[in-house]
């Protein structure tokens, strides 16, 4: 562990001029799951950390609006348990209660959620040169290309990186079109979610869309009546305490038994939080049966390259979409 600085903001503001003043090797810490563990394999050395846990105006959720809207602060397990996000946003509770552990649950935050790193093994067993990592290392290469990949991603890979988006949380926000509200130096602004990820390209290293600084203070989920008619279905190793190994989270307008609007999102199967755009389309304006459910799964995979030992994913997640369409469906009433 490396000696660093340690601060805690009382405000949002404070927050981001602390970090400025802090410079560079400064980061923001919040529930501290992700960072601390990350600090202890030796993967980050941060030289400053502002911890923004204690930043009241930044804890809340509020579901009485035109909105959801979740403060960055808010507890995993307070947004899961929340009686209008469980009634109304299946797909939003479920995709939080499958995620981690109660305890690690009571202690996250949504927004350190967002901001995880992956699970990939080679960029967290590798510190101190073991394995390389274009992600951890820009320029060492990937020790999955060639290794053992059964983990990696098979929707948007490219020559540099494999990695999957571990985080089920963001699969669930992109398929409800969230909007991201963050602040840094130049003041606030807002994006969807689908904005915050990066596509590993050339670039692995640069994971998400935000500036040096950039804080995320909220996030925006607008209201749906899709909501109800929605899952969150992640397939995994075990079945609880375990990272998704294909998930998928869908939501449904539906008129009687055809679909009037489908929104679909993969995780543990692609290197950011994937929007099935094929499988909506498949979906729309059709009467649902298992066929086509299986069918528009398949959609969603038509892109997907394999690496050597992970090609059983592409059928595992047109399964786990399809099966989360009919449980999306025996919900709309
Ligand atoms: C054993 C284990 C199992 C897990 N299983 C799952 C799982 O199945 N599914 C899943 O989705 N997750 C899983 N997780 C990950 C867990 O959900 C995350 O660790 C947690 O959500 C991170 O939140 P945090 O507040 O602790 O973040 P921190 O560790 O405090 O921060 C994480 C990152 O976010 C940045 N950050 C934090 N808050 C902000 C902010 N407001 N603005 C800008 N940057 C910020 C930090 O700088 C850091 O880079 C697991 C974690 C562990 C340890």
Redesign the pocket.
Known sequence: MHAFSYARPTSAAEAVEMFSRAGEGA???????????LMKLDI?QPRHLID?AAIQQ?DGIDTAGDVLRFQ??AR?SAVATDEVVLRDYPVLAE?LS????QQ??N???????????TRCLYFRNGANGFYPCNRREPGSGCGAMGGLDRGQAVLGTSGFCTAVS????PVALVALDARVD?IGRTGMRTMPIEDLYRLPGATPHLEFN?APG????AIVVPKTAAGRASTYHKI?DRES????LASAAVALEMRGGRVERARIALGGVATRPWRAAAAEAELAGKTLTPELALKAGRAAFAEAVPGHHNAFKIELGARTVADAITIAASRSI
Do not use: C, H, W
Request: net charge positive.
């Open positions: 980061r923001f810490i919040a529930g501290g799951t992700t960072l601390y563990d980050e923004v930044l960055a602060l995993m995709s499958k995620a981690a552990s690690l649950r202690m996250a935050t949504i927004g350190g959620n967002l901001l995880q790193r571990p985080g089920d949380l963050v935000l950039e804080m995320i203070t995994r305490y375990a990272f998704a």
